[in-house]
């Protein structure tokens, strides 16, 4: 069931809705509980077995790490992570041996429980924040149960820290300028996700079917995915954080106009944030992140021809945290090598960038540095969205060659023409301003207004859903 269509719309959340505001305090967190196992088993019949056994295990697990046991957090980690491994990983495990040591081991070809990267993500930090001493255990069974299972970020994050939402768990009361901000940030997902995503997810599902392209048709393809992938993932975000708000939670924001960034690491501080802020909380620093001096090293080591001096030795363990928390990373988002590759990608630039070219990137005009992140960023997608390295390469190839099938086509000018409109909407979306010119007509006496967008926006969605069979989100599959 997802957050785009008509059945969620109409049959699940409009009487959830309802029969929340109706209930008494002490019934809203068990009826939440229970709608998000629905809402869970409405798609995973089978795997809400696996989501429930997730909640038992890390609630009784939460009051054993209280008393700092180095073992059950031990326990805890290979547990929640064998899950997601077993679930996630095993088959690009056994294809991998099986392609490197020629063996024939036969695939689990077991089906990926929807969300199990976000909700096992949230168990850890629960987890590790319990053994840290950094929060409390959650006692209530059923609030932690609301905690890892609500439905609004079950599914595609963004990936709620405990910590963050530990108060609201025993009180969010329904309050109408809450559920009145909800709808609003809801209906403006929810646009990004049905009118400009799905519009733009046709062009890029033609452009990669047609094989052959010219230069510009291939360009035309892959800026249509790097705009369908941020309009897919941030209006999901957007739903789910409006979503929150209609039951009384406060999310943390996800995307902050990544599109605008100015470097690459200004981007990764602007995209996911939940994500990265993960990984630097529970990988990162615990690595030692960037505060590894020389003094961590006594002696200069000699390898071959390398002599390491404490400095250098202090510089290469900070590169190899940077390095192996982006091959994490990418690993994160899927199981194959071209997600590794995805990650690596970005690791070896983010330290290109620490070392060489942020400060150079601070004197130059804004539009060229954001040039240079987006070139970047729109490469980096062709990584991302194929289905291999070979399928990577051919594309990338179709974007810096002319020669072959020439500058451009009639196909091209074809679907250019076609899409045109709805790319410069969601290129001057992807920006602050449509947001500053909403807040600033919304302000004061026609703050009233928004609601009213909002119902607008809501109805020709609905319109769209009602015609459209074309319904895809992207990261269902993480």
Sequence with gaps: MVFSSLLFLFYFLAPLILIYALV????????????????????????????????????VMGFLLKNKSKAALVFTCVV??????????????????????????????????????????QALSYCIDVYR??????????????????????????????????????????????????????????????LIANNVGQLWEITNASGE??????????????????????????????????????????????????????????????LSSW???????????SRISAEKYKKTVNIGPLCLTPEKRASLRRNLNIFAVWMLTGLWHGAGMNFIAWGIYYGVLLIIEKKFLLKRLEKIPAFLSNF????????GWVFFASVDFSAAFSYIGSMFNFADLGLSDTMFLYRFFSYWFVILVAIIGATPLPKRIFEKITRGKLYWLRPVLAFVL?????????????????????
């Design 24 to 59: 008494p305090k002490k019934f809203k967190n068990p009826l939440l509980f229970a709608a998000s196992l629905f809402f869970y088993a409405w798609g995973e019949p089978t795997y809400v077995l696996l989501m429930i056994f997730s909640v038992f295990f890390n609630y």
């Design 458 to 478: 809501l109805i020709v969605c609905v319109a769209y859903l009602v015609d459209d069979t074309y319904n895809p989100f992207l990261y269902f599959r993480f």
């Design 213 to 274: 392209m010219s230069m510009l048709g291939a360009w035309l393809g892959i800026i249509a995915y790097t705009i369908q992938i941020y309009y897919d993932f941030s209006g999901y975000s957007d739903m789910a954080i409006g979503l929150g708000k209609m039951f009384g939670f406060e999310f943390c924001e996800n995307f902050n106009y990544p599109y605008i960034s100015k470097s690459i690491t200004e981007f990764w501080r602007r995209w996911h944030i939940s």
């Design 80 to 121: 929640n992570l064998g899950l997601l491994g077993v679930f996630k990983y095993a088959d690009f495990f056994i294809s991998t041996v099986n392609s490197v040591v020629r063996t024939n081991f036969p695939l689990l070809r077991l089906a990926l429980p929807i969300g199990i990267s976000f909700y096992t993500f």
């Design 279 to 289: 990984f630097k909380e529970y990988v990162y620093i615990p690595l030692g992140g």
């Design 133 to 194: 001493g950094k929060t409390k255990v959650q006692k209530s069974f059923v609030s932690f149960g609301l905690y890892l299972s609500l439905f609004p970020q079950l599914i595609a994050g963004p990936i709620v820290r405990y910590d963050d939402v530990a108060l609201q768990l025993d009180n969010h009361p329904m309050r109408i300028s809450l559920l009145s901000d909800g709808i609003v940030r809801f209906c403006s997902g929810l646009a990004k996700k049905v």
């Design 372 to 379: 240079y992140t987006m070139l970047i960023v729109i490469i």
